[in-house]
């Protein structure tokens, strides 16, 4: 099965700098990877995703970039505001019907 | 668009005592369910998924069981609750291919 590793666990920056999370995946048939973020006492929420055919993808502070070769993606937000401050967790996923995690980032912004 | 509804909440329930949350679903048909543990500070843990009416799979042998009676209904029990059982219950609808959403999860505390 897919085997997902993200790094750092935990990552402090300051308000106004840019925060980079990056993941490994396994499994070469893996073809769709989202980000969540999860706020204290919430379910996670969809941020951004990218398909295996696309190498970058930008909304606004957010982006995500992937390389199919090296089976790594990461999520870069830029200029950092104190309401970024949560957990973040990435996922690789197939047509199958499973789909797997990373064991979560959990950022701090530091005002 | 598909929204997730689960409940209740929160729940503190002794050791020992019975346990049913419930999941339901909406603006989706014949989904893939999940059910999701996490620990306090820690990442996702896949308990059960569901691609069918009364078609269940296990992640991980424990203590619960699942059952989806309906296309859009998808239930975690369990007949005697242990201590390890407290933590962050999400449940996850996947439509067919695309990206995941999360209710908003139910913090149980087993006393």
Redo the contacts between chains.
Sequence with gaps: GENVEQHPSTLSVQEGDSAVIKCTYSDSASN?F?W?KQEL??????II?IRSNVGEKKDQRIAVTLNKTAKHFSLHITETQPEDSAVY?C?A?N?G???Y????T?LTVIP | SQTIH?WPATLVQPVGSPLSLECTVEGTSNP?LYWYRQAA????Q?LF?S?GIGQI?SEVPQNLSASRPQDRQFILSSKKLLLSDSG?Y?CAL?PQ?T???????T?LTVV
């Excluded at chain 1, 006492?41 to 969809?46: D, E, I, N, R, V």
Aim: aromatic content about 22%; overall charge positive; proline content about 5%.
């Design positions: 769709y989202p969540y006492g919430k379910g996670p929420q969809l995703d967790f996922a996923m047509t019907n499973q789909f995690f990373g064991t979560g959990s | 689960q893939n500070g820690r990442g996702l896949l998924y691609v799979s962050f999400l996947r291919y990206e995941a959403f999360f209710g908003q999860g913090r």
